[in-house]
């Protein structure tokens, strides 16, 4: 059973707008959320990250909102760039066993001109 | 450079034939992963190592096998493939325990089984 899920596989924006993207987990014992970027042909490279101390995390351009009351947590692109068209992944994990990220299912990203 | 290197990038393979897909890490770094991904269901858990000589189950190891004899080396064994095994497969290592601690990920290997 997924503990951590994506729902939406998809999503399509404007260049310039905002990309949200969320997800929402089920494990209340997860302290540790990151974000990974995927494009084809490679490997998920490190986005942003969060730990459930916090309820905000900001760089540069990519906000990660933590919302542990909701077991939710989102993304938050702004302004979407032609770059950022890729599989974003949410994964959640423990801080102090790091062996153990569970990822979601992931949403791909595509930024129209 | 800071890399994680898996070998093969891509495998044809037929059933029951024994292979290994290797990994390595030149970052020093105690956890290495191995994930499957499948679409619709993401990035699962193979197997995974806290260090030298410590490994344990992810979410999906039945037909899998792993070793870690030394820090920078975490190869995959199937030793007796099946046509459910392929998937895309990515070997990730992290330096461990504490905040700020990011996965890097290798550039996956493409695996079939016929």
């Known amino acids: 059973d997924q503990q951590v899920k994506q729902n939406s596989p998809s999503l399509s924006v404007q260049e310039g707008r905002i990309s949200i993207l969320n997800c929402d987990y089920t494990n209340s014992m997860f302290d540790y959320f990151l974000w990974y970027k995927k494009y084809p042909a490679e490997g998920p490279t490190f986005l942003i990250s969060i730990s459930s101390i916090k309820d905000k995390n900001e760089d540069g351009r990519f906000t990660v909102f933590l919302n542990k009351s909701a077991k939710h947590l989102s993304l938050h692109i702004v302004p979407s760039q032609p770059g950022d068209s890729a599989v974003y992944f949410c994964?959640?994990?423990?801080?102090?066993?790091?062996?153990?990220?569970?990822f979601g299912a992931g949403t791909q990203v595509v930024v129209t001109p | 450079e800071a890399q994680v290197t898996q070998n093969p990038r891509y495998l044809i393979t037929v059933t029951g034939k024994k292979l290994t897909v290797t990994c390595s890490q030149n970052m020093n770094h105690e956890y290495m992963s191995w994930y499957r991904q499948d679409p619709g269901l993401g990035l699962r858990q193979i197997y995974y190592?806290?260090?030298?000589?410590?490994?344990d189950k992810g979410d999906v190891p039945e037909g899998y096998k792993v070793s870690r004899k030394e820090k920078r080396n975490f190869p995959l064994i199937l030793e007796s493939p099946s046509p459910n095994q392929t998937s895309l497969y990515f070997c990730a290592s992290s330096l461990g325990r504490g905040r700020d601690t990011e996965a890097f990920f290798g550039q996956g290997t493409r695996l079939t089984v016929v």
């Open positions: 190592s806290m260090n030298v000589e410590v490994t």
């Open positions: 994964a959640a994990g423990f801080v102090d066993s790091w062996g153990k990220l569970q």
